[in-house]
Protein backbone atom coordinates (compact mmCIF):
# COMPACT_ATOMS: atom_id res chain seq x y z
CA UNK A 1 0.00 0.00 0.00
CA UNK A 2 1.39 3.29 -0.96
CA UNK A 3 1.51 6.00 1.56
CA UNK A 4 1.83 9.66 1.39
CA UNK A 5 5.22 11.31 2.51
CA UNK A 6 5.31 12.08 6.27
CA UNK A 7 6.61 15.17 7.98
CA UNK A 8 6.98 15.29 11.79
CA UNK A 9 6.85 18.75 12.98
CA UNK A 10 8.02 20.60 16.15
CA UNK A 11 5.34 22.50 17.89
CA UNK A 12 5.30 25.02 20.66
CA UNK A 13 5.57 23.16 23.10
CA UNK A 14 8.75 21.75 21.66
CA UNK A 15 10.92 23.31 24.09
CA UNK A 16 9.59 21.58 26.90
CA UNK A 17 11.40 18.58 26.09
CA UNK A 18 14.91 20.30 26.32
CA UNK A 19 17.80 19.25 26.73
CA UNK A 20 16.98 16.10 24.73
CA UNK A 21 15.87 18.34 21.93
CA UNK A 22 19.04 20.75 21.80
CA UNK A 23 20.24 17.99 19.18
CA UNK A 24 17.31 16.32 17.65
CA UNK A 25 13.38 16.90 16.58
CA UNK A 26 11.33 15.31 19.34
CA UNK A 27 10.19 12.50 16.78
CA UNK A 28 13.72 11.32 17.41
CA UNK A 29 13.16 10.60 20.88
CA UNK A 30 13.60 6.98 21.96
CA UNK A 31 10.45 6.06 23.37
CA UNK A 32 10.31 2.30 23.63
CA UNK A 33 12.48 0.07 21.67
CA UNK A 34 12.05 2.77 18.65
CA UNK A 35 11.48 6.44 18.38
CA UNK A 36 8.06 7.08 16.80
CA UNK A 37 10.32 8.71 13.72
CA UNK A 38 11.68 5.19 13.56
CA UNK A 39 8.01 3.52 13.60
CA UNK A 40 6.55 5.72 10.87
CA UNK A 41 9.85 4.83 8.61
CA UNK A 42 8.84 1.08 9.79
CA UNK A 43 5.16 1.50 8.75
CA UNK A 44 5.25 3.56 5.36
CA UNK A 45 8.71 2.32 4.14
CA UNK A 46 10.22 5.63 3.73
CA UNK A 47 12.15 8.33 5.62
CA UNK A 48 10.11 11.19 7.07
CA UNK A 49 10.73 14.56 6.70
CA UNK A 50 10.99 16.95 9.47
CA UNK A 51 9.63 20.45 10.23
CA UNK A 52 12.10 21.58 13.22
CA UNK A 53 14.33 24.66 14.32
CA UNK A 54 16.26 26.49 11.69
CA UNK A 55 19.61 25.16 13.84
CA UNK A 56 18.13 21.48 13.75
CA UNK A 57 16.25 21.87 10.16
CA UNK A 58 20.19 22.01 8.35
CA UNK A 59 20.60 18.02 9.27
CA UNK A 60 16.82 16.76 9.87
CA UNK A 61 15.43 17.54 6.34
CA UNK A 62 11.64 18.88 5.35
CA UNK A 63 10.09 17.38 2.45
CA UNK A 64 8.60 19.33 -0.39
CA UNK A 65 4.88 18.94 -2.46
CA UNK A 66 1.69 17.58 -0.35
CA UNK A 67 2.75 16.03 2.54
CA UNK A 68 0.74 14.52 5.97
CA UNK A 69 2.63 16.90 8.49
CA UNK A 70 2.40 14.90 12.04
CA UNK A 71 2.97 16.55 15.57
CA UNK A 72 6.69 15.03 16.49
CA UNK A 73 5.42 15.12 20.29
CA UNK A 74 3.29 12.11 19.42
CA UNK A 75 3.51 8.67 20.33
CA UNK A 76 1.30 6.56 18.20
CA UNK A 77 0.65 2.73 17.74
CA UNK A 78 0.45 0.78 14.58
CA UNK A 79 -3.16 0.96 14.53
CA UNK A 80 -3.33 4.92 15.13
CA UNK A 81 -0.40 5.46 12.55
CA UNK A 82 -2.85 4.05 9.97
CA UNK A 83 -6.07 6.09 11.05
CA UNK A 84 -3.84 9.58 10.44
CA UNK A 85 -2.61 8.15 6.70
CA UNK A 86 -6.15 7.83 5.61
CA UNK A 87 -6.34 11.46 6.29
CA UNK A 88 -7.29 13.37 2.96
CA UNK A 89 -5.91 16.50 1.38
CA UNK A 90 -7.34 19.60 3.04
CA UNK A 91 -8.68 17.53 6.59
CA UNK A 92 -6.73 17.87 9.92
CA UNK A 93 -6.88 16.59 13.45
CA UNK A 94 -6.99 18.09 16.63
CA UNK A 95 -6.85 17.09 20.09
CA UNK A 96 -8.22 20.54 22.20
CA UNK A 97 -5.96 23.11 21.31
CA UNK A 98 -3.27 20.93 19.77
CA UNK A 99 -2.74 20.42 16.14
CA UNK A 100 -2.22 16.29 16.12
CA UNK A 101 -2.03 15.96 12.21
CA UNK A 102 -2.75 17.42 8.55
CA UNK A 103 -2.68 17.00 5.03
CA UNK A 104 -1.35 19.60 3.12
CA UNK A 105 -0.87 20.00 -0.65
CA UNK A 106 1.42 22.36 -0.52
CA UNK A 107 4.64 23.05 1.08
CA UNK A 108 4.95 23.95 4.83
CA UNK A 109 8.00 25.30 5.84
CA UNK A 110 7.69 26.96 8.85
CA UNK A 111 5.90 25.65 11.89
CA UNK A 112 4.46 28.83 11.92
CA UNK A 113 1.97 27.92 9.35
CA UNK A 114 0.71 25.06 11.35
CA UNK A 115 -0.53 26.96 13.45
CA UNK A 116 -3.66 28.39 10.44
CA UNK A 117 -4.66 25.19 10.08
CA UNK A 118 -8.77 25.52 10.18
CA UNK A 119 -9.95 23.15 12.90
CA UNK A 120 -11.78 20.79 10.28
CA UNK A 121 -11.68 17.38 12.34
CA UNK A 122 -12.02 17.18 16.16
CA UNK A 123 -10.75 13.62 16.91
CA UNK A 124 -12.47 11.78 19.63
CA UNK A 125 -9.59 9.25 19.79
CA UNK A 126 -7.12 10.23 22.88
CA UNK A 127 -3.78 10.76 21.35
CA UNK A 128 -0.84 10.45 23.50
CA UNK A 129 1.66 13.22 23.40
CA UNK A 130 5.32 13.34 25.00
CA UNK A 131 5.21 16.67 27.75
CA UNK A 132 8.04 16.71 29.51
CA UNK A 133 11.39 14.81 29.26
CA UNK A 134 10.36 12.42 31.99
CA UNK A 135 7.64 11.40 30.22
CA UNK A 136 9.83 8.79 28.40
CA UNK A 137 10.92 6.70 31.25
CA UNK A 138 7.39 7.12 32.94
CA UNK A 139 5.83 5.75 29.86
CA UNK A 140 8.02 3.15 28.77
CA UNK A 141 6.31 -0.21 30.21
CA UNK A 142 3.45 0.83 27.60
CA UNK A 143 5.94 1.43 24.54
CA UNK A 144 8.60 -1.48 24.85
CA UNK A 145 5.92 -3.71 25.35
CA UNK A 146 3.92 -2.09 22.19
CA UNK A 147 7.18 -1.94 19.96
CA UNK A 148 7.84 -5.76 20.86
CA UNK A 149 4.87 -7.08 19.80
CA UNK A 150 5.13 -4.93 16.38
CA UNK A 151 8.84 -5.73 15.90
CA UNK A 152 8.57 -9.76 16.44
CA UNK A 153 5.00 -10.45 14.81
CA UNK A 154 5.57 -13.02 12.43
CA UNK A 155 9.32 -13.70 12.99
CA UNK A 156 11.15 -16.15 14.74
CA UNK A 157 13.58 -15.79 17.59
CA UNK A 158 17.36 -16.83 17.07
CA UNK A 159 17.50 -19.81 19.44
CA UNK A 160 18.16 -19.40 23.47
CA UNK A 161 21.20 -20.71 24.27
CA UNK A 162 21.21 -23.34 27.24
CA UNK A 163 23.14 -21.69 29.35
CA UNK A 164 20.64 -18.99 30.17
CA UNK A 165 17.70 -19.25 32.64
CA UNK A 166 14.70 -17.77 31.25
CA UNK A 167 11.54 -17.13 33.10
CA UNK A 168 8.59 -16.89 30.95
CA UNK A 169 8.20 -17.19 26.91
CA UNK A 170 8.22 -13.17 25.84
CA UNK A 171 11.96 -13.13 25.02
CA UNK A 172 13.42 -11.88 21.05
CA UNK A 173 16.51 -12.39 19.92
CA UNK A 174 17.99 -11.06 16.55
CA UNK A 175 20.23 -12.48 14.39
CA UNK A 176 24.31 -12.38 15.83
CA UNK A 177 23.22 -11.30 19.31
CA UNK A 178 24.77 -13.84 22.08
CA UNK A 179 23.68 -14.06 24.68
CA UNK A 180 25.21 -16.46 27.90
CA UNK A 181 24.57 -17.68 31.09
CA UNK A 182 22.42 -14.70 31.89
CA UNK A 183 18.83 -14.63 33.84
CA UNK A 184 15.96 -13.14 31.86
CA UNK A 185 12.28 -12.74 33.47
CA UNK A 186 9.94 -11.63 31.16
CA UNK A 187 6.73 -12.63 33.46
CA UNK A 188 6.27 -8.38 34.05
CA UNK A 189 7.25 -7.84 30.41
CA UNK A 190 9.25 -8.99 27.25
CA UNK A 191 12.52 -8.68 26.84
CA UNK A 192 14.04 -8.04 23.22
CA UNK A 193 17.52 -8.20 22.17
CA UNK A 194 18.63 -6.75 19.24
CA UNK A 195 20.53 -7.47 16.08
CA UNK A 196 24.65 -8.22 17.18
CA UNK A 197 23.99 -7.02 20.56
CA UNK A 198 25.56 -9.02 23.52
CA UNK A 199 24.74 -10.09 27.45
CA UNK A 200 27.54 -10.90 29.26
CA UNK A 201 27.57 -14.07 31.49
CA UNK A 202 25.74 -13.51 35.10
CA UNK A 203 23.33 -11.02 33.51
CA UNK A 204 20.24 -10.34 35.42
CA UNK A 205 17.58 -8.92 33.46
CA UNK A 206 13.36 -8.00 34.79
CA UNK A 207 11.14 -7.30 31.37
CA UNK A 208 9.98 -5.24 29.72
CA UNK A 209 13.18 -4.42 28.77
CA UNK A 210 14.71 -3.92 25.19
CA UNK A 211 18.72 -3.95 24.16
CA UNK A 212 19.30 -1.95 21.30
CA UNK A 213 21.65 -3.02 18.38
CA UNK A 214 25.11 -4.08 19.12
CA UNK A 215 25.07 -2.74 22.16
CA UNK A 216 26.43 -4.26 25.15
CA UNK A 217 25.45 -5.40 29.11
CA UNK A 218 28.60 -6.15 31.20
CA UNK A 219 29.09 -8.59 33.17
CA UNK A 220 26.51 -8.92 36.03
CA UNK A 221 24.28 -6.02 34.97
CA UNK A 222 21.58 -6.14 36.77
CA UNK A 223 18.50 -4.40 34.86
CA UNK A 224 15.07 -3.48 35.84
CA UNK A 225 12.09 -2.70 33.63
CA UNK A 226 10.64 -0.99 31.46
CA UNK A 227 14.40 -0.11 30.62
CA UNK A 228 14.98 0.55 26.33
CA UNK A 229 19.18 1.43 26.12
CA UNK A 230 19.82 2.42 22.44
CA UNK A 231 22.39 0.85 19.88
CA UNK A 232 25.86 0.88 20.24
CA UNK A 233 26.16 1.23 23.75
CA UNK A 234 27.76 -0.27 27.04
CA UNK A 235 25.73 -0.78 30.24
CA UNK A 236 26.93 -2.52 33.46
CA UNK A 237 25.60 -1.72 37.18
CA UNK A 238 22.27 -1.61 38.06
CA UNK A 239 19.94 0.32 35.93
CA UNK A 240 16.06 0.50 36.69
CA UNK A 241 13.31 1.91 34.66
CA UNK A 242 15.69 4.40 32.56
CA UNK A 243 16.45 5.43 28.54
CA UNK A 244 19.32 5.48 27.21
CA UNK A 245 19.52 6.69 23.82
CA UNK A 246 22.33 5.71 21.82
CA UNK A 247 26.56 5.08 21.57
CA UNK A 248 26.33 6.29 25.29
CA UNK A 249 28.37 4.28 27.91
CA UNK A 250 27.62 3.15 31.57
CA UNK A 251 29.76 0.14 31.63
CA UNK A 252 30.61 0.04 35.46
CA UNK A 253 29.09 -0.31 38.63
CA UNK A 254 27.04 2.27 39.82
CA UNK A 255 23.08 3.05 39.90
CA UNK A 256 20.65 4.47 37.32
CA UNK A 257 17.25 5.09 38.01
CA UNK A 258 14.26 6.62 36.49
CA UNK A 259 16.73 9.10 33.98
CA UNK A 260 17.06 9.36 30.36
CA UNK A 261 20.88 9.49 29.07
CA UNK A 262 21.27 10.71 25.51
CA UNK A 263 23.33 9.84 23.21
CA UNK A 264 27.19 9.84 22.76
CA UNK A 265 27.34 9.95 26.94
CA UNK A 266 29.72 8.42 29.60
CA UNK A 267 28.84 7.90 32.99
CA UNK A 268 32.08 7.47 35.21
CA UNK A 269 32.54 4.02 37.21
CA UNK A 270 30.68 4.47 40.04
CA UNK A 271 28.09 6.88 39.23
CA UNK A 272 25.59 6.84 40.97
CA UNK A 273 22.15 8.81 41.05
CA UNK A 274 19.08 9.68 43.33
CA UNK A 275 15.88 8.70 42.18
CA UNK A 276 14.11 9.36 45.50
CA UNK A 277 13.62 12.82 47.64
CA UNK A 278 14.88 11.57 51.79
CA UNK A 279 11.25 12.35 52.36
CA UNK A 280 9.67 11.07 50.46
CA UNK A 281 8.29 14.61 48.33
CA UNK A 282 7.26 14.93 44.95
CA UNK A 283 10.24 15.69 43.02
CA UNK A 284 10.68 19.20 41.12
CA UNK A 285 13.07 19.40 37.70
CA UNK A 286 14.63 22.49 36.02
CA UNK A 287 12.25 23.82 32.99
CA UNK A 288 14.10 25.42 30.23
CA UNK A 289 11.39 27.76 29.18
CA UNK A 290 10.55 29.36 32.89
CA UNK A 291 13.57 29.20 33.93
CA UNK A 292 12.10 27.89 36.75
CA UNK A 293 12.35 24.31 38.87
CA UNK A 294 8.53 22.73 37.89
CA UNK A 295 6.49 20.06 39.89
CA UNK A 296 6.97 16.29 37.88
CA UNK A 297 4.33 14.29 39.74
CA UNK A 298 6.70 11.80 40.58
CA UNK A 299 8.14 10.82 43.55
CA UNK A 300 10.53 8.51 41.65
CA UNK A 301 12.51 10.50 39.42
CA UNK A 302 16.41 10.58 38.67
CA UNK A 303 18.80 12.33 35.98
CA UNK A 304 18.40 13.73 32.60
CA UNK A 305 21.22 14.09 30.61
CA UNK A 306 21.56 15.45 27.39
CA UNK A 307 24.18 14.85 24.66
CA UNK A 308 27.63 14.40 24.56
CA UNK A 309 27.78 15.20 28.09
CA UNK A 310 30.15 13.15 30.40
CA UNK A 311 31.17 12.50 34.18
CA UNK A 312 33.84 11.38 36.31
CA UNK A 313 34.39 8.30 38.69
CA UNK A 314 32.05 8.33 41.68
CA UNK A 315 29.72 11.21 40.11
CA UNK A 316 27.06 11.53 42.68
CA UNK A 317 23.50 13.33 40.95
CA UNK A 318 20.88 14.75 43.40
CA UNK A 319 17.00 13.68 42.92
CA UNK A 320 15.59 15.36 39.93
CA UNK A 321 19.19 16.76 38.16
CA UNK A 322 19.02 18.06 34.65
CA UNK A 323 22.28 18.03 32.66
CA UNK A 324 22.41 20.16 29.46
CA UNK A 325 24.87 19.45 26.26
CA UNK A 326 28.64 18.85 26.74
CA UNK A 327 28.68 19.18 30.29
CA UNK A 328 32.06 17.46 31.98
CA UNK A 329 31.18 16.89 35.55
CA UNK A 330 33.71 15.52 37.87
CA UNK A 331 34.85 16.03 41.73
CA UNK A 332 33.24 14.86 44.88
CA UNK A 333 30.07 16.13 46.62
CA UNK A 334 26.50 16.91 44.97
CA UNK A 335 26.71 19.19 41.80
CA UNK A 336 23.49 21.11 41.47
CA UNK A 337 20.26 19.95 40.02
CA UNK A 338 20.84 21.95 37.33
CA UNK A 339 23.61 22.31 34.99
CA UNK A 340 24.12 23.79 32.07
CA UNK A 341 24.89 22.96 28.66
CA UNK A 342 28.85 23.05 28.33
CA UNK A 343 29.55 23.39 32.03
CA UNK A 344 32.89 21.93 33.39
CA UNK A 345 33.86 21.09 37.52
CA UNK A 346 31.15 19.80 39.92
CA UNK A 347 30.04 20.72 43.62
CA UNK A 348 32.88 22.94 44.27
CA UNK A 349 31.74 25.08 41.25
CA UNK A 350 31.84 25.34 37.64
CA UNK A 351 33.32 27.38 34.69
CA UNK A 352 33.01 27.22 30.82
CA UNK A 353 33.31 24.12 28.54
CA UNK A 354 35.44 25.87 25.78
CA UNK A 355 33.79 24.95 22.55
CA UNK A 356 37.05 24.35 20.61
CA UNK A 357 38.13 21.50 23.66
CA UNK A 358 34.62 19.89 23.86
CA UNK A 359 34.73 19.52 20.15
CA UNK A 360 37.89 17.96 20.15
CA UNK A 361 36.35 15.18 22.51
CA UNK A 362 33.32 14.66 20.73
CA UNK A 363 35.39 14.37 17.71
CA UNK A 364 37.69 11.98 19.57
CA UNK A 365 34.42 9.83 20.85
CA UNK A 366 32.70 9.21 17.92
CA UNK A 367 35.62 8.72 15.91
CA UNK A 368 36.41 5.64 18.33
CA UNK A 369 32.78 4.42 16.53
CA UNK A 370 33.89 4.52 13.00
CA UNK A 371 31.97 8.23 12.85
CA UNK A 372 32.90 12.28 12.29
CA UNK A 373 31.60 14.82 13.74
CA UNK A 374 30.68 16.94 10.71
CA UNK A 375 30.65 20.39 10.05
CA UNK A 376 26.35 20.32 10.33
CA UNK A 377 27.27 18.81 14.27
CA UNK A 378 29.48 21.37 15.16
CA UNK A 379 27.40 23.95 13.58
CA UNK A 380 24.37 22.70 15.36
CA UNK A 381 26.99 22.08 19.24
CA UNK A 382 28.29 25.84 18.23
CA UNK A 383 24.94 27.80 18.38
CA UNK A 384 24.19 25.47 21.40
CA UNK A 385 27.37 27.13 23.24
CA UNK A 386 26.27 30.24 22.03
CA UNK A 387 22.27 30.43 22.97
CA UNK A 388 22.91 28.81 26.41
CA UNK A 389 25.99 30.94 27.51
CA UNK A 390 23.52 33.26 29.85
CA UNK A 391 22.75 29.45 31.60
CA UNK A 392 26.12 29.39 32.64
CA UNK A 393 26.44 33.21 33.99
Same mark, same amino acid.
Given at each position: ???P???L??????????P??F???????R???????????????QE????????L???Y????????????????? $?T??????????G??? !???Q??I? *??S???I +?S??QL?????A????????? /?? @??W??F????T !??T????? /?T +?????????A??T?????? &?????A?V $????I????G?????????????SM????F??????T??M???IY???????? *???G?E?????I????N????????? +???G? !???????????NL?N??? $?????????G? &???????? *??? /?M?????CG???? &????T???????I???????????S??WGG????T?????????????V??? @??L?????DK????Y /????? @?A??Q
Open positions: MGYPVVFDDDRYGQLLLTTRPAACLSGILTQAERWEKLTGPGYLTSPVQTKRNKTGAALYINGRLLAD $EAMKELLALQPQSI !WQEQLA *CYTDT +SAETGVEKDISVVTYTL /IQ @RPDLSMAK !WIADFLW /I +SGKQSAPVSTNVIGKDL &FIEPGQ $EAAVNTTSPVYIGKDAEVMEGIRGPALGDHSLKGAKGATSIGPH *CKVGVNNSMFGFSKAHDGFLGN +SVIE !WCNLGADTNNSKNYA $EVRMYDYLTR &FIHTGLQF *CGL /IGDHSKINTM &FNTGVVGVNANFGDGFPRNFIPFSAAGFTYKLADALTVAEAMQR @RGQLNQTDILT /IFEST @RQR
